[in-house]
């Protein structure tokens, strides 16, 4: 997405980003915003003004080192990868959390990847606020 820039810096985009789903949840567009993937091992340089940018806007941080797969995000995309979820009610991040204890139960029952993803994906686009049609991944 970015590599035709330069001398573009990634986690100052990262940041930049996760700031401005942080105003979308302050402001009540969004329940639960998510931060892009971000390389585990640049977690350490962001992971203070991620929560500094956060506290400002009044809303919680939960940083995610396994990141629920689905069809938004596939299992090879974040891989060593960590998402922060961003919301201010708790009931958005226990029910995140039910959804990703739910995929594993349907993993333990044999179900395949691709068809835990399809199982959870409508209930993970609903905790986004995003609409039921579902968009391909580019």
Not at 5 to 27: P, R
Not at 58 to 64: F, K, L, P, R, T
Not at 90 to 111: D, S
């Amino acid at each position: 997405m970015t590599s035709s820039y330069k001398e573009f810096d990634l986690l100052s985009f990262q940041l930049g980003m996760a700031a401005a789903f942080c105003e979308m949840v302050q402001q009540g567009v969004k329940k639960l915003a998510l931060s892009p993937p971000i390389d585990q091992k640049d977690l350490p340089q962001l992971e203070k003004a991620l929560y500094e940018v956060a506290g400002h806007y009044g809303v919680s941080v939960w940083i995610d080192l396994a990141f629920l797969p689905s069809q938004l995000a596939r299992e090879e995309d974040l891989k060593d990868k960590a998402v922060a979820l961003l919301y201010r009610e708790e009931q958005m991040l226990t029910a995140y959390r039910q959804l990703k204890e739910q995929r594993q139960q349907l993993k333990n029952q044999g179900l395949s990847p691709a068809e835990c993803d399809a199982a959870i994906t409508p209930a993970l686009r609903n905790l986004l606020g995003y609409p039921k049609e579902i968009s391909p991944i580019g």
